[in-house]
């Protein structure tokens, strides 16, 4: 249960959400293994098949072009490492590789693109978007940038990145903006999703691949997904995202209403910052996704807050749950100050979320801050 108890409020929607009723239905049926030959092996096979050609009409690609994973972690490395190495061994290892990347990448993509670093032959450079055009050079093979930041929801345009640089890769971590963020995928040539950030369940993702881009394999086994990601294929999870997904994006009209009605959640709680003296909201972008918001208090911690507010049955966090231990420098590599990164807390929602529940979580995060600036008074 992501609720603890019936009147808590979870805002907690970027860490995971809720699982949907679909998804739900799907999680209680009994499936064979799809690799097997008989008949009801072959009916999950071709089960995980219309799964991808229904994926492949609302991400704008071929059905061969999605490979199934085990979550949003899975598919970055599998997209950047995979990539970098079926770069090198097409053009040589004697070729060097540059990589670009922005300063509000997940850990799943800078702890690969710290690994490649560490190799002789491949560099990796992070800046903002606005500065890429002083570090591309002829040896920029990939480009990394996030579709939502997971921090502060800045919303990045990949197609304009594809305009500029359209001979490099373009790798797109799109765990925070799929079926979320209202943006072309036209200029991604790997995208990357997770099911648990749309209602469907934990340990199952997946990525999307253009046709004519070579994936070296990061594990070895049988002959699944053409021998790119082997392994006996989470049909479960893959059909159980597949509706999630289906439920969140099928309808354009749909989407709309509801990205109006968390506008109008996360609006009512923007006002915190006018409501509290020394509250201000993070972002670096003047476009951010409706889903999120970051914001720090003045004098209070992120941690002490985001306990404070959970014994109040309000759930929220301090930022990226991978990176939680981290998130400091996270938003100081942004350019936020160290004072500021260590009072901020993130606020994430999803369409099960209500108006209602956002009034009531700004009269108790205002109770709750003020609690905390009266046994610790701010400077």
């Not at 679909?22 to 064979?32: G, N, P, S």
């Not at 929801?153 to 799929?178: E, L, N, R």
Request: aromatic share 6%.
């Amino acid at each position: 249960m992501v609720a603890k108890t019936a009147n808590a409020i979870y805002f907690d929607n970027a860490a995971t959400t809720p699982l949907c009723s679909a998804a739900k239905k799907i999680l209680l049926q009994d499936f064979a293994n799809p690799s097997s030959p008989h008949a009801l092996g072959l009916m999950a096979e071709r089960a995980i098949k219309t799964a991808a050609r229904d994926l492949s009409h609302i991400l704008s690609c071929r059905s061969d072009e999605i490979i199934f994973t085990s979550g949003g972690t899975e598919s970055n490395n599998l997209g950047i490492l995979g990539a970098a190495f079926g770069l090198q061994s097409a053009r040589g290892r004697h070729r060097h590789l540059h990589i670009l990347a922005t300063d509000q990448e997940h850990p799943s993509v800078t702890e690969p693109l710290g690994y490649l670093s560490s190799l002789p032959g491949f560099s990796v450079t992070y800046a903002a978007p606005s500065g890429w055009g002083a570090h591309v050079c002829e040896d920029t093979a990939m480009i990394c940038i996030t579709q939502v930041g997971s921090e502060t929801g800045d919303i990045f345009d990949i197609s304009a990145v594809k305009k500029a640089f359209p001979k490099t890769i373009v790798f797109v971590d799109g765990a925070q903006g799929f079926c979320k963020a209202d943006q072309p995928l036209s200029g991604a040539d790997i995208y990357t999703f997770s099911g648990h950030k749309i209602h469907g369940p934990m340990g199952v993702g997946g990525l999307m691949v253009r046709q004519g881009l070579r994936l070296q394999p990061m594990i070895y086994g049988g002959g699944q997904q053409n021998r790119v990601r082997p392994g006996t294929e989470n049909v479960h999870g893959i059909l159980a995202m597949t509706a999630a997904i289906k439920t969140q994006a099928s309808d354009q009209t749909k989407m709309e209403q509801e990205r109006q009605h968390i506008t109008s959640i996360k609006n009512i709680l923007r006002t915190l910052e006018h409501e509290i003296p020394d509250a201000y909201i993070n972002q670096i972008t003047k476009n951010a996704s409706p889903y999120i918001l970051n914001m720090s208090f003045a004098g209070v911690r992120g941690e002490t807050l985001t306990s404070l507010l959970s014994d109040h049955n309000l759930y929220i966090s301090m930022g990226t749950a991978c990176r939680t231990n981290k998130r400091v420098s996270a938003l100081e590599s942004m350019g936020f100050s160290h004072e500021r990164a260590k009072s901020a807390v993130r606020l994430s929602f999803s369409r099960m979320n209500t108006k209602e529940e956002a009034l009531e979580a700004k009269e108790i995060i205002k109770s709750c801050v003020s609690t905390l600036r009266k046994i610790k008074p701010r400077k």
